[in-house]
């Protein structure tokens, strides 16, 4: 059974960082597109970063990017989201979500993600 664990939430200021971490048991990351997704108060889950499996091609949502850096280390089955010059607007809960089937194209649906964290709350204040 995989299992996603985030970490790396809390309370920051506007303009400042925050690198949240999501670490996989139960079966290896490197043939899996691995992906953040986050839920802000009120609305509808939406897609934040993915990360193919290749290790090249990182896809960014517009609000994010720039900002917001998904890296992966294969080697500890981890996958990272540096979040840097807040805003409040990124005040959500996170997700981490991989697919089931390895070696996939790359999607932006939640409906595409079968396996997801229990989530970690981001509040940035003004």
């Known amino acids: 059974q995989v299992q996603l664990v985030e970490s790396g939430g809390g309370l920051v200021q506007a303009g400042g960082s925050l690198r949240l971490s999501c670490a996989a048991s139960?079966?290896?990351?490197?043939?899996?597109?691995m992906a953040w997704f986050r839920q802000p108060p009120g609305k509808e889950r939406e897609f934040v970063a993915v990360r193919r499996w290749t290790g090249v091609g990182t896809y960014y949502a517009d609000s994010v990017k720039g900002r917001f850096t998904i890296s992966r280390d294969n080697a500890k089955a981890t996958v990272y989201l540096q979040m840097n010059s807040l805003k409040p607007e990124d005040t959500a809960v996170y997700y981490c979500?991989?697919?089931?089937?390895?070696?996939?194209?790359?999607?932006?649906?939640?409906?595409?993600?079968?396996?997801w964290g229990q989530g970690t709350q981001v509040t940035v204040s003004s």
């Open positions: 979500a991989t697919t089931h089937l390895p070696r996939s194209d790359v999607q932006f649906s939640v409906s595409a993600y079968v396996y």
């Open positions: 139960g079966r290896t990351t490197s043939n899996y597109n």
